[in-house]
């Protein structure tokens, strides 16, 4: 049986690394808090027209950095966030 590895940059992060990281997440979260900053979560999956409209259709990011697919259920194209993506 083939031994499984983590892929590259997607390392899980357990304890006590992971207590670490709440701590420092939560000492970001204060300061940007005393800054009125407040957060925005967007979808990680686009419409793959969002993007290419955005970036124009021959770029590196659309040729090269965007992970898309076919949504089975309605055959919608879909792209991961490029930012998301980019290796």
């Known amino acids: 049986m083939q031994k499984l590895v983590a892929i590259k940059g997607m390392n899980?992060?357990?304890p006590p690394d992971s207590a670490?990281?709440?701590?420092?997440?939560?000492?970001?979260?204060?300061?940007m808090a005393r800054y009125a900053y407040r957060n925005i979560r967007t979808p990680?999956?686009?419409?793959?027209?969002?993007f290419v409209r955005g970036l124009g259709e021959v770029t590196d990011i659309v040729e090269k950095e965007m992970y898309s697919?076919?949504?089975r259920l309605n055959g919608e194209q879909l792209t991961l966030r490029p930012e998301a993506t980019a290796g």
């Open 12 to 14: 899980d992060i357990l």
């Open 20 to 31: 670490r990281w709440e701590w420092l997440e939560d000492k970001v979260r204060s300061l």
């Open 44 to 50: 990680i999956v686009e419409p793959t027209p969002l």
């Open 69 to 71: 697919f076919e949504d």
